[in-house]
T-cell receptor, first 111, second 111 residues
Framework: KAGVTQTPRYLIKTRGQQVTLSCSPI?????VSWYQQTPGQGLQFLFE???????NKGNFPGRFSGRQFSNSRSEMNVSTLELGDSALYLC??????????FGPGTRLTVL | QKEVEQNSGPLSVPEGAIASLNCTYS??????FFWYRQYSGKSPELIMF????GDKEDGRFTAQLNKASQYVSLLIRDSQPSDSATYLC???????????FGPGTRLSVLP
């Protein structure tokens, strides 16, 4: 069974731009969660989608948004990028069991 | 604010020794507990999960949970240099997939 995939793996943007990241969960998994990981703040929860609905949301500004499609693939968008948005963005998928499985991540650098 | 705390380390143990990693959490409603291993530059990898008080063993790994003390630990027996990584404790309240991660403990196994 294929794991969680994320695209792109690396991204370089400049301040003020916007970015869209994509995540394809493990086949059959309907829950997709997004996390931001930085050296200073660790792994922080952004939001979770289940069956195309946002079920949980972390404490991030409205510049961070997401969506989920009918095939469970998910995208997250960050608008008006700031230098502090530079991070590793991780997607995790869950099935009927509670565990989360992470993708390889997208490393975003904002210049 | 739900919090998960871990000693950041580094924790250094000699090869073949037992490594003991600890985690405390603030939310008494937490229902499921996870340990992830993260190698430098990689995404977190699920090692173990535990839901009930007591011990759960899987190979060289043992997870221990004490809900009354809001404490969960991970023991690694016969530690190997390949176990050198950051170990993340995660806690879920079971409402959706709103995981809260600790800052991680860096483990170094010395040959």
């Amino acid at each position: 069974k294929a794991g969680v995939t994320q695209t792109p793996r690396y991204l370089i943007k400049t301040r003020g731009q916007q970015v869209t990241l994509s995540c394809s969960p493990i086949s059959g998994h309907r829950s997709v969660s997004w996390y931001q990981q930085t050296p200073g703040q660790g792994l922080q929860f952004l939001f979770e989608y289940f069956s195309e609905t946002q079920r949980n949301k972390g404490n991030f500004p409205g510049r961070f948004s997401g969506r989920q499609f009918s095939n469970s693939r998910s995208e997250m968008n960050v608008s008006t990028l700031e230098l502090g948005d530079s991070a590793l963005y991780l997607c995790a998928s869950s099935g009927t069991i509670n565990e989360q499985f992470f993708g390889p991540g997208t490393r975003l650098t904002v210049l | 604010q739900k919090e998960v705390e871990q000693n950041s380390g580094p924790l250094s143990v000699p090869e073949g020794a037992i490594a003991s990693l600890n985690c405390t959490y603030s939310d008494r409603g937490s229902q499921s507990f996870f340990w992830y291993r993260q190698y430098s530059g990689k995404s977190p990898e699920l090692i173990m999960f535990i839901y009930s008080n007591g011990d759960k063993e899987d190979g060289r790994f043992t997870a221990q949970l004490n809900k009354a003390s809001q404490y969960v630990s991970l023991l690694i027996r016969d530690s190997q240099p390949s176990d050198s990584a950051t170990y993340l404790c995660a806690v879920n309240s079971n409402y959706g997939q709103n995981f809260v991660f600790g800052p991680g403990t860096r483990l170094s196994v010395l040959p």
